[in-house]
């Protein structure tokens, strides 16, 4: 059973930089692409990007492209979302979830991490 | 990009039926058979519960029901029971310049 499991809560400053983490506990041989949705407080789920963890291929929501980094360490099977500056608007809830593609097209998500919290406050 | 449209809230008594809607275009919704429902309980992660306009994946009961009519999707939740009271979110695949987008969400609550 594939699982994901993300790191822990995290409360930062404004300005600082942050990355968080999504480690695979699937099938690590496989290609397929892992996405990051937010969910402010209180609020629906948004789709952040997504990154093909065979060949790191990336894209980005227009709406966050420039704001956010997503890497991937395929060695230790884990996924990566980053900020170089936070600001409180970042404050919310970080999920990552596996991506079915089908025909290049995005299909669904499933299964999704545990969720990272982060704040940023000052 | 623009979210799609969902209810803020729905509600039926348990063994009753409701409908959640979820409109979008024809760049979205309309245009592509990969729509796709979440649950979402308090606290929790959501769970895939339809895709594929239709489909339900292993271990979602059958009184989950997806389907689509032009540019508006639908889940029925036939049955209710107290477990079912959620939040619910529709997605779907928005071409290849936005790729993504979600409903807003709308709470589903058992009376």
């Known amino acids: 059973e594939v699982q994901l499991v993300q790191s822990g809560a995290e409360v930062k400053k404004p300005g600082e930089p942050l990355r968080i983490s999504c480690k695979d506990s699937?099938?690590?041989?496989?290609?397929?692409?892992i996405s990051w949705v937010r969910q402010m407080p209180g609020k629906g789920l948004e789709w952040m990007g997504r990154?093909?963890?065979?060949?790191?291929?990336?894209n980005y929501s227009p709406s966050f492209q420039g704001h956010i980094t997503i890497s991937n360490d395929k060695s230790i099977s884990t996924v990566f979302l980053q900020w170089s500056s936070l600001k409180a608007s970042d404050t919310a809830m970080y999920y990552c979830?596996?991506?079915?593609?089908?025909?290049?097209?995005?299909?669904?998500?499933?299964?999704w991490g545990q969720g990272t919290l982060v704040t940023v406050s000052s | 990009q623009s979210a799609l449209t969902q209810p803020p809230s729905a509600s039926g008594s348990p063994g009753q039926s409701v409908t959640i809607s979820c409109t979008g275009t024809?760049?979205?919704?309309?245009?592509?058979?990969?729509v796709s429902w979440y649950q979402q309980h308090p606290g929790k992660a959501p769970k895939l519960i339809i895709y594929?306009?239709?489909q339900r994946p292993s271990g979602v009961p059958d009184r989950f029901f997806g389907s689509k009519s032009g540019n508006t999707a639908s889940l029925t939740v036939s049955g209710l029971q107290a477990e079912d009271e959620a939040d619910y979110y529709c997605?779907?695949?928005?071409?290849?310049?936005?790729?993504?987008?979600f409903g807003g969400g709308t709470k589903l609550t058992v009376l």
């Open positions: 699937g099938d690590s041989l496989s290609s397929y692409w």
């Open positions: 990154i093909d963890r065979g060949d790191s291929y990336i």
């Open positions: 997605n779907s695949y928005a071409g290849s310049n936005n790729f993504v987008v």
């Open positions: 024809s760049s979205d919704v309309g245009g592509y058979n990969y």
């Open positions: 979830a596996r991506t079915r593609i089908t025909a290049f097209r995005h299909n669904y998500f499933d299964p």
């Open positions: 594929e306009v239709s």
